[in-house]
Structure formats: C-alpha cells, structure tokens
C-alpha cells in the first residue's frame, strides 16, 4: 500500500528565508504527488502537483517541488518565505488508475518576523 | 472562485446516533469524495462516488457509513450509529475528472461523539 512520510511536524523559519519540507513516498510504481496547503479553519488546497513530465514544478505562492524518483522524493522549496505562508503542508500521492489521495502526517510551517 | 462548501461547520452528537454530513460540490465536477482527519492523525481517504455509485472505498468505510447525492447539488455522507472514535474532521472535495484532476476541498466538518 502507498504511504508517504514527511519526517518534519514542525518547521520554524523566519522570514524571507528558504525553507524546504520533505516528503518521501513508497512506491515502486508509477504515482502522482501533490503538496496541499491548509489555513487555519479553511480546507485544503493545492499548491502544486506531478504527474509527469519535468521533475522540477511549480506552484501558487512561489512554491516549487522535485520529484526524485531514484528517492523517492518530493520535497517541497521556497526561496522567500512570508509570515502568511505559516499554514500547515501536506504531501499526498495517489496511483495512476485510482481516485484516492494518501496523505502523509502534515508539516507545520511556523514563519515569524 | 466556486468553492466546496460543508454544513455544519460542527456538530456535537451523542454515541449511537445518526448524522449527516453535508456538501455542496463544485457544480460542474462528477467526482466526490470524504476524508476524515482524526485529531493529530493523517488526512485519511474514506469514499469515492462518481455517476450516482462508489467507485473507491476504504477499509474505515464500513456498512456504518453512506453516500448519497439526493439532489444536483448536494452530497451527503452518513453515519448511521455514531461512535467515539469516529470524532474527526471531515472533509468534502469534488474533482472533475477521477484520477490526475486536482481535488478541491471543502473547509470541513468538525464533528465530536460524545
């Protein structure tokens, strides 16, 4: 079964600098990624997404991610962080072929001044 | 910017009754699905529905649960005899397509089994 790993619960940064929130997924097969952002009381929703093509992609807000296929990876990038980006991130993968996204635990994205 | 939209934001019921847990879909997508979010636990898929049947359903989603699109415009899911553990978020989102389409998530219902 696919699952996905963000190893960081909490990252603090401050702004305006980098920050990069790691996600790593198991599958030997073929999978779409996504990077869903959550505001305090608001749904999710998508900052970016692969599903095939260049590895490196870009999303809303100025985020970018790269998939890492020998790493299984898909960490997500910003070179310029914002106190509004503090939300919380989610990584999610799905199979080609299947509806359903499996999420990974979240990464909490703290930016202070 | 149309939206999903989830009614009630909360909702407090006690063990062993039902609910029901509304959405309104973006009005041109055909797919819908639940996801629960247990307190401090993962985003975890529920149930797909497309063209008036479940196309996916998880393991969580047992025979305790339903789906329905009563009307052109709403989605509901049930929950026929409420548990504790099933205290969650529940979110709603609608695709147009089924798989590679973006989700477009409601801002969820926050629901507490007492």
């Known amino acids: 079964a696919q699952s996905v790993t963000q190893l960081d619960s909490q990252v603090p940064v401050f702004e305006e600098a980098p920050v990069e929130l790691r996600c790593n997924y198991s599958s030997s097969v073929s999978v779409y990624l996504f990077w869903y952002v959550q505001y305090p009381n608001q749904g999710l929703q998508l900052l970016l997404k692969y599903l095939s093509g260049s590895t490196l992609v870009k999303g809303i807000n100025g985020f970018e991610a790269e998939f890492n296929k020998s790493q299984t990876s898909f960490h997500l990038r910003k070179p310029s962080v914002h106190i509004s980006d503090t939300a919380e991130y989610f990584c999610?993968?799905?199979?080609?072929?299947?509806?359903?996204?499996?999420f990974g635990t979240g990464t909490r994205l703290l930016v202070s001044p | 910017e149309p939206e999903v939209t989830q009614t009630p934001s909360h909702q407090v019921t006690q063990m062993g009754q039902e609910v029901i847990l509304r959405c309104v879909p973006i009005s041109n997508h055909l797919y819908f699905y639940w996801y629960r979010q247990i307190l401090g636990q993962k985003v975890e898929f529920l149930v797909s529905f497309y063209n008036n049947e479940i196309s996916e359903k998880s393991e969580i989603f047992d025979d305790q649960f339903s789906v329905e699109r009563p009307d052109g415009s709403n989605f509901t899911l049930k929950i026929r005899s409420t548990k504790l553990e099933d205290s969650a978020m529940y979110f709603c989102a609608s695709s147009t397509e089924g798989y590679r389409e973006t989700q477009y998530f409601g801002p969820g219902t926050r629901l507490l089994v007492l």
């Open positions: 999610a993968v799905s199979d080609p072929g299947f509806q359903k996204l499996v």
